[in-house]
């Protein structure tokens, strides 16, 4: 007995211990405060690669004439103060676990080659100032911009780029999408001269495609040591970035602190300029949105989204905004719209049956939801992928509640007599389904989509779990249905959502498990297509395909942004872009400032009493219709 | 048969006469026992339904089909709109519970967004929560989920920790000293952080909820079993019994264990208190029963997230105030009860 004691006494020691490891790694470690050591020089020999001679004939192209959406009047300095709902497992950017809310956070510490203007959708430089086609139209050449910096002051070069190959297709950083993108669509990167690169994809495409679907971001080859550690040691470490902003403090599970870059190269950019304008940016855990509201009221937090209709027509009111403190701002886009809605996995026994996922589809009361519980406020996502411009089917429209469809449809798959309680049987089993869902401010529409499907024979049992629980659960495809969105891209993304490739595998985005020889064909035939006619005529067919297969069930799109705001955080004239997706995100598109005079002042003013003119802004520039 | 011995008969006498503690252990009996029934006083399925000539009662039965009262659906009649239809069509009618809704069912309005206020023509005695559920519903539903966890668990601790207790003090020497120091180690595991890493990975059913909270709660009963058997074992009357030859089953169920059951009972309410506590806590955090199911911590979450329908909050921070008040005098009276000294201080 007592030996096992010391036993039990000994392995709690050493799980400690190995906790303690695991969670500083090599790092200096103040306390539970984590210095970021970004200069860490282990890497003995920096990996160099040999030089192409560059072929005749290209014809250079930029766009430096597209209008700056940017504010010359933009002031530099101030913390921003925003929040997340759970603490990130890891900073890296790839390998397990680093797909989570915070990943958009610290992917956008680096910057890609080219990107699209918000407002135009043209092209313009980023890491690169000058582009040129290959007639094969699968290549891309790029030349680098001279001025391009790490945030370690280190200047950034072709090696970079040919490096991010060499990392992402490493077996050491266990990212198998990764590993696949950049093996089998990203399939050469060429060193031209120390500025000079070229970018091969696999299949031919349209222009602004090969640009947009073969970009690449360079990776600092002085900062990653690749060896069968590398997931471990790099869970803490901040690895440099192009980009304005730098992780320079972590607190663990309570904050993330962004600071921005010295004399950041960008600033001399035309389109980078005056933009990310506060000095620090600090995003802090508050596990709860109505306590982060409560820090917001107090202003503490700079900006709150203000999306959800309880928190636009209810919580957004008081003495804060009607005393001209707090802004509100509601911003309406023309964008692609994430794609909310359940997934619906076809691993599962019984959502295998397309019949069952059809019937599903019958009996969600989206319509009810959106006009009770939502207000009216949302409207009702019609796809997969919507607002894609040419990519959207305009004829697809999703399954509307009808109870006698569901039950036909269920009948055929066998569910077809009822339960004492009311639900379907199929033999002993009855039709009960699990969702997984991770916003507690969600459990309402959840709710009441449940009471409505009862109406069906359907029940279905809500698993609220913690983000990053909720999401590893998901991409280990351990799930039923999940209740989540997709972020948006600029084109329709078939491939990593439904080629059986990515099907029966963890830590792919194909959460459906779809597998369909059809469909691959035709993806595979999209991803070859390089015109875009084609492409959006394939684009269509599969997006029938994927309705057909009732995988997905959408449920709404929210075709604005709203954001409640302290006074004292300044927008350009045009307040926002065509495409935002948050106004305040000050990594993204980074437009507004915080202005220290203003602040004092409303603190001030809010001391004594005083109080300012209302502001309450609709932009309807960019709603369609 | 059980007999009631002239000491628990004297202890009786003794708590009846303490008037806060008896009356407590009325109204809360009166409230379980209606909780049991509650289906029949808050439900949103009829009581009594009389159709065509016959009668139904759909309340316990499998549910009944819009179709069986000549309605267009096949899923579960909405009786309150029946009601509505019946009363122009003479001989039929339903009978409906004082509160028509049900813990789960969302009732929108078509004019206003909820959590509605309350109000008596809608039977919405208490208003509705931030879904359009009837709070009174969630309320009743909630205290008798909350009072079967309370009960069960402390049956499972009980049941564990005297054992537990009652071996370590009957037998002594290593065995207790090994118990002794498991139990210690034991308690200094962080309880709320092993439910939150449950949670978190998987949803805690009400058993999961119950087990994990046995696991680290059966601790507290052994150290006062374990004092007081010892304490009885030396007493003559267990010399006697084991000089007239009875064995240890006999002795530690006939004789010390009857004797130690004072101890037990005064305990029983407070720890009836801390289930309820325990669980509405886990349900207010998040941590606790899924979602949709009643429960009185995520009535509290809500209603503290939406201070400006204090309907909410109010209810429920008055129901926990009262049940848990009504409780502690029940403890508090027990205690007093058996007590052998009757006066602290001579007369």
């Known amino acids: 007995m007592t030996r096992t004691l010391v036993l039990l006494l000994l392995s709690l020691a050493v799980a400690s211990c190995g906790q303690e490891e695991a969670a500083q790694g090599p790092v200096v470690s103040a306390g539970d405060a984590i210095d970021l050591v970004m200069e860490t020089r282990f890497v003995a020999d920096l990996p160099t690669y040999d030089s192409v001679p560059l072929p005749d004939g290209l014809e250079w192209v930029t ?37 989570d809310a915070f990943s958009a956070y610290k992917r956008f510490t680096n910057l890609g080659l080219v990107t699209v203007h918000p407002n135009t959708l043209d092209f313009i430089p980023q890491l690169a100032t000058h582009w040129a086609f290959d007639p094969d139209a699968k290549t891309v050449y790029y030349q680098l911009d001279p001025d391009a910096r790490w945030s370690d002051g280190k200047p950034v070069t072709a090696d970079d780029y040919l490096f991010t190959i060499d990392f992402m297709r490493s077996e050491h950083i266990v990212a198998p999408w990764y590993n696949n993108h950049y093996t089998n669509q990203i399939v050469n990167v060429v060193k031209h001269d120390d500025l000079t690169i070229s970018v091969e994809g696999a299949t031919v495409k349209p222009r602004e495609e090969l640009l947009f679907e073969y970009g690449l971001s360079p990776t600092p080859r002085h900062f990653h040591r690749l060896d069968e550690n590398w997931v471990r040691d790099y869970n803490w470490r901040s690895e440099p970035g192009t980009g304005a902003y730098r992780i320079s403090r972590v607190e663990k599970g309570q ?31 508050i596990r709860d949105m109505n306590v982060a509201w409560e820090y917001f009221l107090r202003g503490e937090l700079d ?14 009111r008081g003495p804060a905004f009607d005393n001209g403190y707090i802004n509100r701002i509601k911003f309406y886009t023309d964008t692609p719209q994430p794609s909310a809605g359940m997934w619906l996995n076809t691993a599962d026994p019984i959502l295998a049956d397309k019949n069952i996922r059809l019937g599903l589809a019958h009996a969600m009361n989206v319509e009810l939801m959106l006009k009770t519980v939502l207000r009216g406020d949302y409207e009702r996502l019609r796809t997969h992928h919507d607002g894609y411009w040419d990519y959207s089917n305009p004829d697809i429209q999703p399954r509307e509640f009808d109870l006698r469809r569901a039950g ?36 309402p529409r959840l709710v009441l989509l449940r009471e409505e499907a009862r109406k069906a024979g359907i029940e279905l049992n809500l698993q609220l779990l913690d983000s990053s629980a909720a999401f590893k659960q998901i991409l280990e495809k351990q799930h039923q249905i999940t209740w989540m969105a997709w972020g948006a891209s600029l084109t329709p993304r078939f491939w990593q959502h439904y080629h059986s490739d990515n099907a029966g595998k963890p830590q792919t985005n194909n959460i459906t498990n779809t597998a369909d020889p059809e469909m691959d064909r035709l993806i595979m035939e999209y991803r070859a297509a390089s015109d875009k006619e084609t492409r959006v005529r394939l684009a269509h067919t ?16 929210i075709p604005y942004t709203r954001e409640a705001y302290w006074r004292w955080l300044r927008l350009p004239e045009h307040y926002a872009s065509r495409t935002t997706e948050a106004i305040f995100n000050p990594l993204v598109e980074g437009l507004f400032w915080i202005d220290q005079d203003i602040k004092a002042e409303t603190l001030a003013a809010r001391a004594r009493g005083e109080t300012f003119e209302v502001v309450n802004i609709t932009d309807t520039t960019w709603r369609g219709e | 048969m059980i007999r009631i011995s002239p000491q628990t008969a004297k202890q009786w006498r003794r708590f009846r006469t303490i008037k806060r503690g008896y009356y407590s252990l009325i109204a809360i009996g009166v409230l ?3 909780s049991l029934v509650a289906e029949l006083l808050v439900n949103n399925r009829a009581l009594v339904v009389r159709y065509e000539g016959s009668y139904y009662f759909p309340t316990y039965s499998a549910f009944m089909p819009g179709t069986a009262f000549g309605l267009d659906y096949d899923y579960e009649t909405d009786y309150r709109a029946l009601k509505v239809l019946f009363q122009d069509q003479p001989g039929n009618w339903v009978l409906m519970p004082p509160v028509p809704y049900s813990a789960f069912e969302t009732n929108f309005k078509l004019d206003a967004f909820p959590p509605y206020p309350p109000r008596l023509e809608d039977r919405h005695f208490l208003g509705t929560d931030v879904s359009g559920r009837d709070v009174l519903a969630r309320l009743v539903y909630g205290f008798r989920l909350a009072m079967a966890f309370s009960v069960i668990l402390l049956a499972c601790n009980y049941i564990v920790g005297i054992a537990i207790g009652c071996a370590m003090g009957f037998w002594g020497g290593a065995f207790d000293l090994v118990f002794q120091r498991v139990i210690e180690i034991w308690s200094n595991v962080p309880f709320l952080y092993v439910i939150m890493i449950v949670a978190s990975v998987v949803v805690p059913t009400f ?6 909270m046995v696991i680290f709660g059966w601790m507290g009963m052994t150290w006062y079993m374990r004092t007081s058997t010892y304490k009885e ?14 064995s240890n089953t006999r002795i530690v169920f006939r004789h010390i264990l009857p004797n130690t059951v004072s101890i037990v009972v005064t305990f029983i309410p407070f720890s009836v208190a801390s289930g309820v506590t325990a669980l509405t806590a886990l349900d207010y955090l998040g941590f606790g029963l899924p979602p949709p199911t009643p429960s009185w911590g995520e009535l509290l979450a809500q209603g503290t997230a939406n201070l400006q329908a204090p309907w909410i909050v109010t209810s429920v921070v008055a129901a926990m105030t009262i049940v848990l008040l009504m409780v502690a005098y029940i403890g508090e009276a027990i205690r007093e009860a058996f007590d052998p000294k009757k006066f602290t201080f001579y007369e």
């Open chain 2, 207 to 212: 058993w999961t909820l119950v087990t994990v």
């Open chain 1, 303 to 316: 900006a709150f989204p203000v999306l959800m209709p309880h928190f636009w027509h209810e919580k957004a």
């Open chain 2, 233 to 246: 074992k030396a007493r003559e009357y267990v010399a006697a019994a084991r000089a007239l030859g009875a």
């Open chain 1, 408 to 443: 036909e449809y269920l009948d055929a798959a066998g569910f077809a007599t009822r339960g004492p309680d009311g639900i379907r049987m199929r033999g002993n089993q009855r039709l009960a389904l699990r969702v997984v869902y991770s916003t507690q401010e969600h459990t």
């Open chain 2, 32 to 34: 379980l026992a209606l």
């Open chain 1, 255 to 285: 904050f993330v602190e962004f600071e921005r870059n010295e004399a950041w190269w960008g600033d001399e950019k035309r389109y980078l300029a005056n933009r990310f304008n506060p000095q620090t940016v600090r995003v802090t855990v």
């Open chain 1, 542 to 557: 599969l997006e029938q395909m994927v309705h057909d297969s009732g995988v997905f069930i959408p449920t709404y799109k």
């Open chain 1, 63 to 99: 766009n430096e004439e597209d209008p700056v959406w940017s504010s010359p009047e933009a002031r530099r300095g101030g913390a921003f103060n925003t929040f997340m709902s759970s603490f990130p497992l890891t900073l890296r950017t790839v390998g397990p676990d680093s797909n």
